[in-house]
């Protein structure tokens, strides 16, 4: 990484007082504003550039009336995708909706009946088991397994599910919090069961870009058969750091799955986009490049630096180090304190604020994330913090 983007992502910025959720809404969230935020899965890094040009430049207009996408959005999208990840999509084959959790519903309320049971692989991101509670729809979990090797996909449990009626399957993938990569060999194996039982898989790969040390995220679309029966989900917005611009992809294969997602689109009237959410996807998917390789490789090394530092002086906390995502599962589970008091211990003696587990499900009591997507500085106050309130217990 070159010294200069090195500085540029080491160089804390003050978020406090711009209405951020991380920051700003730490009192509501943890009943006190003195917390360092390790939480919001968003980053504390300045966006690429040249997004941050564009969006002025169009902001000096000063006139911003209804809007079509951005000229080359999907041309610099599909473009993105095969630099990339060696994928090749039509740009018909894209619509936009305001962000991913809105796209799963649209798919969910397009693609399903109220009979319908939907698959999601627990833990997961919270809004997966909102998605089937909020349409009504029946919700089957497929609990993920910690193994010696870290965590996999229960296929026997999977199949069996699927035999009994599931129509829809939420994939995570990269998996968001335990932060698999999917391999293409276990993805294939995921696209062919789903093929057999008629089941629809939404692939949620809004943190595909965040993947270390050789492991490589494949594309569902990029899967054998995957195009009768996937859906990709995807977006700058995680990328990049632009989620508070509220734009992203949905990118579907099978004109009939299309068609119907469209007609959703269209009846929640969410068919034109933001301007500035459409311009920063667009300049971003085009020149974000250098800027994506050095956060990727920042990340690693704070995620490195976390690792070394638990098993150093954390040992009672485990961990499984992430293949993918900005996000740090852990196993607080050790201390022998019950979910409720390892949370006041992190908040009212560490004085740090780490996604609490049970947003992902049950199988998150005990557990909590911590976002890594941050300056160097933050992650080692925040380790130094838990490792002082758990010494001086
Ligand atoms: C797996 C996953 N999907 C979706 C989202 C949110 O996407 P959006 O803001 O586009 O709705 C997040 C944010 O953390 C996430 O982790």
Redesign the pocket.
């Known amino acids: 990484m070159r010294q200069e983007m090195r500085s540029y992502l080491d160089t804390p910025v003050d978020r406090r007082g711009t209405n951020c959720e991380k920051w700003d809404m730490l009192g509501q969230h943890f009943g006190r504003d003195d917390l360092l935020a390790m939480w ?3 980053m504390d890094f300045r966006t690429v550039p040249q997004v941050r040009d564009a969006l002025v430049e169009r902001a000096d207009h000063a006139i911003y009336g209804y809007t079509d996408n951005s000229a080359g959005e999907r041309e610099a999208e599909a473009g993105w995708l095969w630099r990339r990840h060696g994928l090749k999509v039509k740009t018909d084959w894209i619509q936009y909706s ?7 519903f649209f798919c969910v309320s397009s693609l399903t009946g109220p009979e319908d049971a939907i698959l999601i692989q627990s833990p ?2 919270g ?2 088991f909102r998605a089937a509670k909020l349409f009504e729809r029946k919700l089957v979990t497929s609990p993920l397994i910690c193994g010696e090797s870290g965590w996999r996909m229960d296929f026997d449990d999977l199949e069996a599910k699927f035999a009994q009626g599931v129509r829809m399957m939420i994939l ?1 993938s990269p ?2 919090p335990v932060g698999r990569v999917w391999t293409r060999e276990e993805l294939q194996r995921l696209v062919d069961l789903a093929a057999r039982y008629n089941v629809i898989i939404v692939s ?1 790969e ?2 595909a870009d965040f993947t270390f040390d050789g492991h490589r995220q494949t594309r569902i679309l990029a899967l054998d058969g995957a195009e009768r029966n996937c859906i990709m ?1 995807t ?1 700058a ?2 990328s990049f750091n632009l ?1 508070g611009l ?3 992809s949905i990118i579907v294969s099978n004109p009939d799955l299309r068609g119907r997602i469209s007609n959703a689109l269209i009846r929640a009237h969410a068919t034109s986009p933001n301007i500035f959410g459409s311009i920063a996807q667009t300049t971003a998917y085009r020149f974000g490049d250098e800027w994506m390789d050095a956060v990727v490789e920042y990340i690693r090394e704070n995620r490195d630096y976390t690792v070394e530092f638990l098993r150093e002086r954390l040992p009672e906390i485990g961990c499984v180090p992430q293949e993918g ?1 900005y ?1 740090m599962w852990l196993d607080f589970t050790g201390l022998g304190l019950s979910h409720e008091d390892v949370l006041s211990l992190l908040v009212n003696k560490a004085h740090v604020a780490l996604n609490e587990g049970l947003f992902f499900g049950e199988e998150g009591r005990g557990w909590f994330r911590m976002n890594l997507a941050t300056p160097r500085v933050n992650v080692e106050k925040t380790l130094e913090n838990i490792s002082n309130a758990i010494r001086s217990r």
């Not at 305001?98 to 799963?104: M, N």
């Open positions: 919001v899965a968003d305001p962000g991913v959790v809105d796209s799963i997961v991101y809004p997966f995570c998996h968001n949620d809004i943190h989900l977006s917005t995680k989620a509220r734009h992203s995502t996000l």
